[in-house]
């Protein structure tokens, strides 16, 4: 896809607008994800498609840790900020920003170092068929399972609130 119907990417913008410093990180979320999903069709293409947008629309909100995210009200300025200054026709970039600001609402952070780029800051997520624990840099996009073992093409999914209270992380 070239370019978002001019009318869709404004209906973010609009709604981006009405945010504060003091608007939740779940309530971003929320702006986002209805987003996504009114305007499914454009999304279920590239560049959306392969920035994960399918999983994302069908993420339950609910149940994500976003009250554990490192979100904060400057990542709030932040994200207005760029919304209102991408244009339709920069759909690899507005791809890439919504992943990177939706992974960061719904995933938490932990005190690791990266052992590949040696940047601090790891996000968890979930095994998809064998239930473990992965980290996942936020620099470099490194994964590995908590043992150490490589993480394989599009193995992780999301960990909820639940599963990581289960094993003491939040
Ligand atoms: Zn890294």
Redesign the pocket.
């Known amino acids: 896809m070239r370019s978002l119907p001019m009318h869709v990417w404004r209906k973010l913008q609009l709604a981006v607008m009405l945010l504060s410093e003091e608007t939740s990180p779940r309530d971003i979320l929320v702006v986002i994800l209805s987003w996504i999903r009114d305007n499914y069709k454009y999304f279920s293409v590239e560049p959306f498609s392969s920035y994960g947008f399918d999983e994302f629309s069908h993420v339950n909100e609910n149940l994500m840790p976003v009250d554990y995210s490192s979100f904060s009200s400057s990542d709030i300025a932040h994200f207005k900020k760029v919304i209102l200054e991408y244009q339709a026709k920069d759909v690899e970039f507005i791809a890439r920003f919504l992943r990177d600001t939706m992974e960061a609402l719904i995933t938490v952070e932990v005190d690791k170092q990266?052992p590949?780029?040696?940047?601090d800051g790891m996000r968890v997520f979930i095994g998809k068929h064998n239930g473990l624990l992965a980290y996942q840099?936020?620099?470099?996009?490194?994964s590995h399972y908590i043992d150490g073992a490589k993480v394989e093409v599009g193995g992780l999914e999301f960990a909820n609130e639940v599963v990581l209270r289960n094993i003491g992380l939040i």
């Open positions: 990266c590949r780029c040696e940047s840099c936020n620099v470099c996009g490194h």
